[in-house]
């Protein structure tokens, strides 16, 4: 009898044993499957998160697109105004006032220049998604066209501010008078305004990288 209850509870304890491995398989295969659902939800919001920041990104950088037509228009009224006055100066001529005061706005020390936005590109950047871009030259196209939008707002400014100073001295020795071009102060500031924005020839290389990157956009 002895031995036939030292079996029994040996059997007994292989169930036990037994069911309790199962049970505890049971709970690992579950939580594997919970980690790896919950893995893959992650992984699509941040999926999701991503392509919805890129095509904020496109989108940045359409309005970018025509706000640098909208500069390109500027230079080109700039370097018109620049033509007339190089084309008296050559000469030494006296400029008619007629032919300054089309481009007056154009010497308004109000003009601060045309700012680019960089709002979702920045956001890409401070986010964990942008290490989830397999397309390295996707990503290398998008920050070309930022880099090269930040260069011509510094270059921008730096004329434009060169300008406003320009000014400012000119209306402090003239007494705040009418422009005048003729006039000795101002007419030493001609070759100034003559070449003014003929260093912003690289806008229309940016213009061409934009539109490509642009091309790029997914449907």
């Known amino acids: 009898m002895k031995k036939m209850s030292f079996k029994r509870f040996r059997l007994g304890k292989q169930l036990r044993l037994g069911s309790y491995l199962r ?6 295969i579950g939580i594997g ?32 697109l025509v706000k640098l037509d909208e500069h390109t228009a500027l230079i080109e009224r700039h370097r018109d105004f620049g033509k007339m006055i190089q084309s008296y100066t050559t000469y030494n001529q006296d400029i008619p006032k007629d032919s ?57 400014a730096e004329l434009v501010a060169m ?15 009418d422009i005048d071009f003729n006039k000795p102060a101002w007419r030493q500031m001609r070759s100034f305004f003559a ?3 003929g260093g912003m020839g690289h806008i229309s290389e940016t213009r061409k990288e934009i539109e490509a990157t642009l091309a790029q956009r997914p449907k």
């Open 100 to 156: 300054v005061m089309r481009y007056t706005n154009l010497l308004d020390i109000g003009i601060n220049g045309i700012l680019y936005k960089h709002t979702a590109y920045d956001l890409l950047l401070h986010s964990g998604n942008v290490l989830m871009i397999k397309d390295k030259k996707r990503l290398a196209d998008i920050s070309n066209c930022y880099a090269d939008l930040e260069m011509i707002n510094m270059v921008w």
């Open 33 to 64: 499957v919970t980690l790896y659902a919950s893995n893959l939800v992650t992984s699509c919001n941040s999926q999701r998160n991503l392509n919805a920041q890129l095509q904020a990104i496109y989108t940045e950088l359409g309005e970018n």
């Open 163 to 177: 300008k406003r100073d320009m000014i400012i001295s000119l209306f402090a020795v003239d007494g705040f008078a």
């Open 23 to 28: 049970e505890l398989s049971i709970v690992i």
């Open 195 to 197: 070449t003014f924005g």
